[in-house]
């Protein structure tokens, strides 16, 4: 969800992303192009905060959803 005072960790929704892909059955694009999409066609960037790379400009739409993409990517092995 759009939120131009939102933050969502990086590696998290690029993790969720590639579990959707897979789910799908279709390919996900790499980090760097993953990044580059984002900010080409929505205007996030990344940034580095104290805590890590954050996506500046979004945030999860509903916590609890969050949470439960979060546990599914980390049983596919892709969580952190």
Known sequence: MEDSEGYVDAEWLYDTYVAYCLAEGWGALDKAR????????????????ARGHYYK???????ALAQELWRWTTRLGRGS
């Open 57 to 63: 400009g979004v945030r999860a739409a509903n916590a």
């Open 34 to 49: 993953f990044t580059a999409e984002l900010s080409r066609l929505f205007g996030y960037r990344k940034v580095k905060l």
